[in-house]
């Protein structure tokens, strides 16, 4: 089936250390987005691509970066300069077009050691 | 800029009884709507979307949602909730062909028996 997968599902962070967050799409979307998702927040976009290597900062893009080299593949990075990195992260994809939905992943959890 | 207003964080209502969750837009026409759901710990699932026509809208699970452009309003409803549909719910607003979307703060739904 197609779908979008995230990994890993937990991640620990220690202080100071980068770390990277997976997400691959099957689904042939042109456009790939990740969001953060805190308590009472809802969802807030932290970077998005619409076509391969190329990409946008979304509402709260410091402290993160991203890259987009292949169709399937959006990893997302949290370094070290993101002082409040504990969240849950969600990826998601979408054909381009007027109104198209996103389809999402099921999240990675971050937490800071 | 764009916004979604979701007026309500918690509702509680019992199975059986009607639903309504309340969305509201601010934009200078009337956008690209979408109701999306989500279990603790998961992703975000498609409920239902707006791209243009008709404004009652079915959705999955038996949901519908209401477009009413005089009160900028595009509120969720269903007749008969069950005990399966507690989670928490977004609306969503996307223009043009960027494909991003803004999401509210979210609806978490409680269900008593």
């Known amino acids: 089936d197609g779908g979008i997968t995230q990994s890993p599902k937990y991640l620990f962070r220690k202080e100071g250390q980068n770390v990277t967050l997976s997400c691959e799409q099957n689904?042939?979307?042109?456009?790939m987005y990740w969001y953060r998702q805190d308590p009472g927040q809802g969802l807030r976009l932290i970077y998005y691509?619409?076509?391969?290597?190329?990409?946008q900062k979304g509402d709260i893009a410091e402290g993160y970066s991203v890259s987009r080299e292949k169709k399937e593949s959006f990893p997302l990075t949290v370094t070290s300069a993101q002082k409040n990195p504990t969240a849950f992260y969600l990826c998601?994809?979408?054909?381009?077009?007027?109104?198209?939905?996103?389809?999402f992943g099921d999240g990675t959890r971050l937490s800071i050691l | 800029a764009q916004s979604v207003t979701q007026p309500d964080i918690h509702i509680t209502v019992s199975e059986g009884a009607s639903l309504e969750l309340r969305c509201n837009y601010s934009?200078?026409?009337?956008?690209?709507l979408f109701w999306y759901v989500q279990s603790p710990g998961q992703g975000l699932q498609l409920l239902l979307k707006y791209f243009s026509g008709d404004t009652l809208v079915q959705g999955i699970n038996g949901f519908e949602a209401d477009l009413k452009r005089s009160q900028s309003s595009f509120n969720l409803r269903k007749p008969s909730v069950q005990w399966s549909d507690a989670a928490e719910y977004f609306c969503?607003?996307?223009?043009?062909?960027?494909?991003?979307?803004?999401f509210g703060t979210g609806t978490r739904l409680q269900v008593t028996l």
């Open positions: 934009y200078g026409a009337t956008p690209y």
């Open positions: 689904l042939n979307h042109d456009a």
């Open positions: 969503a607003v996307g223009v043009g062909t960027a494909s991003k979307l803004t």
């Open positions: 691509s619409q076509i391969v290597n190329d990409f």
């Open positions: 998601a994809s979408s054909t381009t077009g007027d109104g198209q939905p996103q389809h």
